[in-house]
């Protein structure tokens, strides 16, 4: 389970949002690798979690809650989407695909045209969208687990929600669109070094942060050992796991997986050393969900996470190295416990080991609470070590959103906070201190232009809070994949927290990045050069560095690989080419080159004189 974002597109009727895992990493200082409790991976809640986060996070939604618009004309009659599939890389249409809106009473499906075009026709509601096909695969930002895990069956060809654009459909709606990426299959067979094959393995692909939204890139081993993955074209390292084995013997090769392409592998997986038991508190009841953590240094301060405690305080760690390993349990709001060494050899198996946490107080402690006042309830707080000596941490709220951290050296500590809905905060602090009391900084919304696009989709992702004067510098966000709805050139984004937003809009194949300050209760305008380019006619004149006109000078526009235009200037040094907003207009002559853009302005015809040697 993980928390989501919640998004409100003002003024425009229908809402659509990618939710992703949280996104807000620890700094260390320079040079000195970070010890971090319970780890410092990107961040993200664990998938096995306590009742009470539980129980929380239901009633906000897997990916947030999403209002209907107030605006209804008849309640009753179903609604019309439309839009068009396109892919990712290219920005060209996917034809012949099959679309999928889906919602707890089923599915809604239709099939997307020779043009890559669909319409559907739904009842008023809530849905996730995807495509569902064999050459195709729609894909979603993969949740940034703050503690590793193993590959689980649990997830194995499983639909994750998640990852999938939400459409809250309260009135027809045009230009909706879904991008897709081009796949291919790794089909292979899980063995022992005996060459047995290996029935209820779990095999995982990793491979970037994208993941296929139909879980295709986890799958359970047959009777004969045999798993398929369907993947985004990309590379790709493949892991497995089993009960009775610790993991694969050669961890080190990857796969480049091609667009259509269809490859084997082979996995033997070997027995390793396996380390389980359970973590208890002080007074020997189990701990909550955290991690396992691994010495790679030599003191206290020297650990990281490599493993997860469950929720119920059992614990499973593998490795296929042979050496010695030392290991400590840290819960979350907890003290560490102990470090035990093991000797790890391949068959070695250590069983019933109990790690017990010590009874300490905290280092750090205090409250996090909203714009308002409120208790912000599950939310992690990180810590980064601004003196020399200390080490990086990260922590959750409770339900009361109060925190505690222990085993921190004494120091001053640069403490980061973020909420959905809610916004930033960071302090700094000096431990030990007591009672340190957060409030998140609220949100603002942007509202905004498209220059090309009238009317269409374009995604929001990457937001970072970068305002670096107020001390807010690197602030990895949730990372939320928002779909923005765009009517006649305008569009609308709340819930963006108040601060230096960075973030990049991507319209099909274009990309452009945002960098506007949000204030708080208030309204940030940005400008988009987003959209279909417009043909244009461009003349000019190219000159050298002494203003002289160059003749016969070779004058390109380059605007994507099948679209370029070539031409030489004339005797007075001018040219004239028909080419698109956005294109990069390159010279070369007698040994210099000169380079210059074409614009995005809406206008027919544009003047873009060149002089060599600039660039």
């Known amino acids: 389970m993980t928390r989501r974002a919640r998004l409100v597109l003002s003024g425009v009727l229908l809402i659509a949002v990618i939710a992703l895992g949280l996104g807000t990493g620890s700094v260390a200082i320079p040079g000195r690798p970070d010890s971090s409790h319970p780890g410092l991976a990107a961040p993200s809640s664990a998938r096995t979690i306590d009742p009470a986060f539980g129980a929380a996070m239901a009633r906000g939604g897997r990916s947030g809650r999403l209002p209907f618009s107030g605006v209804v004309d008849d309640p009753d009659r179903d609604v019309t989407i439309s839009g068009t599939i396109v892919d990712a890389r290219t920005g060209a249409p996917v034809p012949s695909v099959e679309v999928v809106f889906r919602n707890e009473t089923g599915e809604e499906t239709v099939m997307a045209g020779a043009d890559g075009?669909?319409?559907?026709?739904?009842?008023?509601?809530?849905?996730?969208?995807?495509?569902?096909?064999?050459?195709?695969?729609?894909?979603?930002?993969?949740?940034?687990?703050?503690?590793?895990?193993?590959?689980?069956?649990?997830?194995?060809?499983?639909?994750?929600?998640?990852?999938?654009?939400?459409?809250?459909?309260?009135?027809?709606?045009?230009?909706?669109?879904?991008?897709?990426?081009?796949?291919?299959?790794?089909?292979?067979?899980?063995?022992?070094?005996?060459?047995?094959?290996?029935?209820?393995?779990?095999?995982?692909?990793?491979?970037?942060?994208?993941?296929?939204?139909?879980?295709?890139?986890?799958?359970?081993?047959?009777?004969?050992?045999?798993?398929?993955?369907?993947?985004?074209?990309?590379?790709?390292?493949?892991?497995?796991?089993?009960?009775?084995?610790?993991?694969?013997?050669?961890?080190?090769?990857?796969?480049?997986?091609?667009?259509?392409?269809?490859?084997?592998?082979?996995?033997?997986?070997?027995?390793?050393?396996?380390?389980?038991?359970?973590?208890?508190?002080?007074?020997?009841?189990?701990?909550?969900?955290?991690?396992?953590?691994?010495?790679?240094?030599?003191?206290?301060?020297?650990?990281?996470?490599?493993?997860?405690?469950?929720?119920?305080?059992?614990?499973?760690?593998?490795?296929?190295?042979?050496?010695?390993?030392?290991?400590?349990?840290?819960?979350?709001?907890?003290?560490?416990?102990?470090s035990r060494t093991f000797s790890c050899r391949d068959g070695a198996r250590f069983t019933n080991v109990v790690f017990q946490l010590q009874n300490r107080t905290p280092d750090i402690e205090g409250t996090l609470v909203d714009e308002n006042g409120a208790p912000v309830p599950f939310a992690f707080v990180d810590f980064a070590p601004q003196s020399p000596g200390g080490i990086g941490q990260q922590e959750r709220t409770d339900a009361e959103g109060r925190w505690q951290v222990f085993s921190m050296p004494a120091g001053q500590y640069r403490i980061s906070a973020s909420a959905a809905g809610h916004g930033v905060t960071v302090a700094t602090v000096s431990a030990p201190a007591r009672d340190v009391a957060l409030q998140l900084g609220g949100v603002g919304r942007i509202e905004g232009t498209t220059t090309l696009l009238a009317n269409g989709t374009f995604e929001l992702t990457d937001v970072t809070c970068a305002d670096a004067q107020r001390g807010r510098g690197g602030i990895r966000l949730a990372q939320q994949h928002r779909l923005v709805q765009v009517t006649a050139g305008h569009f609308t984004i709340d819930d963006l927290p108040a601060c230096n937003v960075w973030a990049r809009a991507t319209w099909r194949d274009q990309n452009v990045r945002l960098d506007v300050e949000v204030p708080a209760n208030g309204t940030a305008t940005v400008e988009l050069e987003l959209g279909p380019p417009r043909a244009k006619t461009v003349r000019g004149t190219v000159r050298d560095e002494d203003g002289r006109p160059i003749p016969d000078a070779l004058v390109t526009a380059a605007y994507k690989a099948d679209r370029n235009a070539l031409t030489r200037t004339d005797g007075t040094g001018r040219y004239s080419l028909q080419t698109f907003s956005g294109a990069t207009i390159n010279v070369e002559a007698q040994g210099s080159s000169g380079m210059a853009s074409v614009g995005q302005a809406n206008v027919d015809d544009e003047q873009v004189d060149v002089t060599l040697g600039s660039n």
């Open 117 to 338: 075009r669909y319409k559907i026709a739904i009842a008023r509601g809530r849905y996730h969208a995807f495509v569902r096909d064999e050459s195709v695969l729609s894909v979603g930002r993969a949740d940034n687990s703050r503690l590793p895990s193993l590959p689980s069956a649990e997830v194995a060809g499983v639909p994750d929600e998640g990852l999938m654009p939400i459409v809250v459909a309260a009135r027809d709606a045009e230009a909706v669109d879904l991008s897709v990426m081009r796949g291919g299959t790794i089909i292979g067979q899980v063995v022992d070094l005996r060459g047995a094959p290996i029935a209820g393995a779990v095999v995982r692909a990793r491979g970037g942060q994208l993941r296929p939204t139909l879980g295709t890139d986890v799958a359970e081993t047959d009777a004969a050992g045999r798993f398929e993955l369907y993947l985004p074209a990309g590379g790709y390292a493949l892991e497995a796991t089993h009960e009775r084995y610790a993991g694969v013997a050669d961890a080190s090769t990857r796969i480049n997986l091609g667009a259509g392409a269809r490859q084997s592998s082979t996995l033997t997986l070997t027995a390793g050393c396996v380390i389980a038991g359970r973590v208890t508190d002080a007074r020997g009841n189990p701990s909550g969900d955290g991690a396992i953590e691994k010495r790679w240094g030599t003191t206290d301060l020297e650990f990281g996470p490599t493993g997860r405690v469950e929720s119920d305080g059992t614990f499973r760690w593998v490795t296929t190295e042979e050496t010695d390993v030392t290991l400590r349990a840290w819960p979350w709001k907890s003290p560490p416990s102990e």
